[in-house]
């Protein structure tokens, strides 16, 4: 009874929310301030798109490793100890990366950086779901999305206003996470957790998800569900400055303003669909409805309307809207399974998907673009329509979690 009596806007839903912003901050201020940092660490006009690319991916190989390393940990040491020792590793990296002088550093940094973001939003999703009653769940994790989602948009004013300096951009990075950090003193850890200390069961054993058949392809579409929001990100809006000189000769498109009016249109989208789900009483139907939407969406992005530069910005928020569906997709993933692997999936199952960009980035680039000598439109196409097969055909065997009561435990069994 006393579970049913917490607010969506208690500590932890604002503190992991605050998290997010400072995740969402970081991950896309690279993207913002992406031509002015890496020329002015010794690349050059020529080296600008393969020089930014090795940094990118390295932050994300950092996104993908410290999410297993991190959700280990919150199964096994507790929610709390992640939301701490994460910060404090994105904040010492943040400040670091505002002294780079060669792209190796800048890597280096970055990778770092990404080690410590990737236990955010999966630590702070866990105590979300475990300390909201099932009726609330969906739309707290909403609000924490949509809350840190507007740190792309803060990260974007910073630059300009500090005359685009991005140095001070990635120190005032590492001050938020300090400020983070110390409020993060007042939050208590999740009961279900605590009640899992006095079990003697495996705790945040990851080699768990890949022992029992059901629960391996349980956790590969739980990951596959999520991977049109990083074609999305990673490669049309990312790379709108491209797709707009091709398209209509544009040589005037910021990236970092696309980015800007996406995550405007995603933190809408993200607090919006937990209202979906609350309406339908269901994940999945809501899930859907941003799916067509995203289709829709990357159609128009794709189409002759596609002409100018403002209608490039309009798409992109239109493309942004759709993938609003970021909290749905974490919240199903620590909904699908047990209090002793929730952490581990919950913050694994998102940095998978964004150390799945790598691998878009070689299809689209490396194979389709470079390989092939297919142009920009052509690899864009052919990468979406694979990414988004895969995505479908996850969907349709994911399971309906709204219902979902969480206080239960994995199991060992091995794969027959």
Known sequence: MQKQSISVFNI??????????????????????????????????????????????????????????????????????????????????????????????????????????????????????????????GIGTSLVAGIGLSGAIVAYFTFKLSGNDWRFCYKMGGILGVFLLLLRIKVAESGMYKNLQKQNVQKGNFLMFFTQRKRFLKYLTAIAIGLPTWFVIGIL????????????????????????????????????????SQYFKSRKKALFFFYVLTVISVVLYFSPFNSSDTRMYIACAFMGFGTGFWAIFVTMGAEQFGTNLRATAATTIPNMVRGSLPLMNMLFIDLFHKKLQWNLWQSGVVTGTIVLAITFVAFYYTEETYHKDLDYLETEELLP
């Open 12 to 137: 932890a839903v604002i503190v992991a929310a605050l998290g997010y912003f400072v995740d969402i901050y970081d991950l896309l201020l690279f993207t913002i301030v992406k031509a002015p940092s890496v020329l002015a660490v010794g690349a050059t006009p020529a080296t600008l798109l393969s020089d930014s690319t090795t940094i990118i991916n390295w932050q994300m190989t950092g996104l993908l490793l410290g999410g297993i390393i991190w959700g280990i940990l919150g199964d096994k040491k507790g929610r709390l100890s992640v939301l701490f020792g994460s910060i404090i590793l994105y904040s010492i990296a943040n400040f670091a990366t505002g002294y780079v002088h060669t792209v190796d550093q800048y890597a280096l940094c970055r990778f770092v950086a990404g080690l410590g973001l990737a236990g955010e939003l999966g630590a702070g999703i866990t105590l979300v779901t475990e300390l909201l009653p099932k009726e609330k769940r």
């Open 237 to 276: 809006i990312n790379q709108s400055d491209k797709f707009g000189k091709e398209f209509f000769n544009s040589s005037t498109i910021e990236s970092g303003r696309s980015i800007m009016f996406a995550y405007i249109a995603i933190a809408i989208g993200d607090v919006l669909i937990g209202f979906v």
